[in-house]
């Protein structure tokens, strides 16, 4: 079982940035690692943020993502989204960048990641409603969660530790966010914002009015 002291955790980076992807990786890898996991057991966990603020990406590095899995018995990952992964059943994520990374830095427990699950719906409802279609913000594939997997990433998530909890506190900041209306979740609050900042935030969205 992985056991981690949770106040020896730094920030290294904006949410989907490649020292903060890379470190997440690491954190997923190391969790499965110390579980006590199924030998048959195939599983990827991935997450891909398009549209990221340039300043995120390079050349070098032009996908704001990353994974973790366990295959044929070996556990590995990385700062990248690979096919190998994809090809797992598990739990993929393709989302833009703007929609769910202020949230991200918040730390819950499993109650609170239902919270958060509703707020952002209401907040894609009411963009909808502002734009008059359905924006496409991305999605999570069949998502599939076998029990030992369960088990392993959220060990001590009512205490503030798991997989989620961990990757909230590397995160940094984004400056995007500072001045928006936000819930206490973090999640942009789209009714509140002036036509100004919705404006802003569509275009971080990368979602353009038809």
């Known amino acids: 079982m992985f056991s981690i002291d949770m106040s020896t955790i730094e920030q290294v980076g904006e949410f989907g940035s490649k020292a903060w992807c890379e470190a997440c990786a690491d954190f997923g890898v190391a969790i499965l690692r110390a579980s006590d996991l199924p030998n048959d057991l195939s599983w990827g966990f991935s997450e891909i943020y398009t549209s990221p603020p340039a300043r995120l990406v390079s050349d070098d590095w032009p996908v704001s993502g990353y994974h973790f899995m366990i295959h044929e018995g070996q556990v590995s990952g ?21 929609y769910i990374c202020n949230q991200s830095s918040t730390k819950y427990g499993f109650e609170g990641q239902r919270q958060r699950s509703s707020e952002e719906n209401v907040l894609k409802e009411e963009m909808a409603s502002y734009l008059g279609f359905e924006p496409n913000l991305g999605a999570i594939d069949n998502p599939v969660w076998p029990k030992p997997i369960i088990a392993a990433l959220s060990v001590g998530v009512e205490e503030g530790a798991g997989l989620h909890n961990i990757a909230a506190s590397l995160q940094m900041p984004s400056p995007e966010f500072s001045s928006l209306p936000v819930t206490e979740m973090g999640v942009p609050q789209f009714s509140l914002m002036s036509d100004t900042q919705k404006e802003f935030f569509l275009a971080l969205c990368d979602i353009s009015k038809k």
């Open 78 to 98: 990385g700062g990248s989204v690979t096919d190998a992964c994809l090809a797992l059943p598990g739990f993929h994520v393709r989302m833009r960048w703007a």
